[in-house]
């Protein structure tokens, strides 16, 4: 079974994990913490279709590759959400490349939350996702819940990360630092706590333990 309790750095208000589609993600982003394992190809685990996944759970789906990515054929994603509308959960999925979610918006699970990351406003070269405007773009046009993930957070233009946000209109935000060394663009503690503040004013905020780090909060 496949379903994995979450643990680490992982989203403490989720449940679980489950990784049915794998192998390595497309987008390489130079932080990833799965860089490190040898992942292989991008496959669909057929064994993960048989898995109880239970009811009542919160359950972050993909969170090991970006399911969603160009590469990952329509047909997986399709399996996999089939699977996912058998059992009566609270679903995240969550992409760098959220203009995928348009094509099979109709077959989510009811309880589903739609989640993007974004690191920073301004544009970088640590990873080969689509840029922060796109992920902005389409996520501010989709209608279900939606959250947005600022890890690892790198240094910020304020109110221009904050109208990112704002465009997006999340039910919460999650932030994070990065927690491998990366050597990564980071903000001053003050532009964290200022940020904060900010986002407090539009949705609930969500601070993972890894950002202490940065700034005791």
């Given amino acids: 079974m496949s379903l994995n309790k979450v643990r680490g750095n992982m989203y403490n208000w989720c449940d679980y994990t489950w990784n049915p589609i794998r192998g390595k993600c497309p987008h390489e982003c130079l932080y990833c913490y799965m860089r490190r394992f040898k992942?292989?190809?991008?496959?669909?685990?057929?064994?993960?279709?048989?898995?109880?996944?239970g009811e009542g759970n919160f359950i972050f789906v993909g969170s090991s590759t970006d399911m969603w990515a160009e590469q990952v054929p329509d047909e997986w994603i399709l399996r996999v959400l089939e699977h996912c509308r058998k059992f009566d959960n609270k679903y995240l999925f969550q992409s760098k490349n959220p203009k995928r979610f348009w094509k099979l918006f109709d077959y989510?699970?009811?309880?589903t939350i739609l989640g993007t990351t974004i690191e920073t406003n301004r544009e970088h070269e640590f990873s080969k996702a689509p840029k922060i405007f796109e992920r902005d773009y389409y996520m501010s046009h989709?209608?279900?819940k939606k959250m947005v993930s600022i890890e690892?957070?790198?240094?910020?233009?304020?109110?221009?990360?904050?109208?990112?946000?704002?465009?997006i209109k999340p039910q919460f935000v999650s932030i994070g630092a990065d927690s491998q060394g990366h050597n990564l663009p980071e903000p001053s503690p003050e532009k964290v706590k200022m940020l904060i503040a900010e986002l407090k004013k539009l949705?609930?905020?969500?601070?993972k333990d890894n950002l202490n780090r940065l700034v005791n909060v």
């Avoid at 992942?39 to 996944?53: A, F, I, Q, S, T």
């Avoid at 989510?108 to 309880?111: A, H, K, N």
């Avoid at 221009?160 to 946000?165: D, E, N, P, Y």
């Fill in 108 to 111: 989510f699970p009811p309880d």
């Fill in 203 to 207: 949705t609930e905020v969500k601070i």
């Fill in 142 to 144: 989709y209608l279900k």
């Fill in 39 to 53: 992942v292989g190809k991008l496959r669909l685990d057929e064994k993960c279709l048989n898995d109880n996944l």
């Fill in 152 to 167: 690892p957070i790198m240094d910020f233009d304020l109110m221009s990360l904050v109208r990112h946000i704002k465009r």
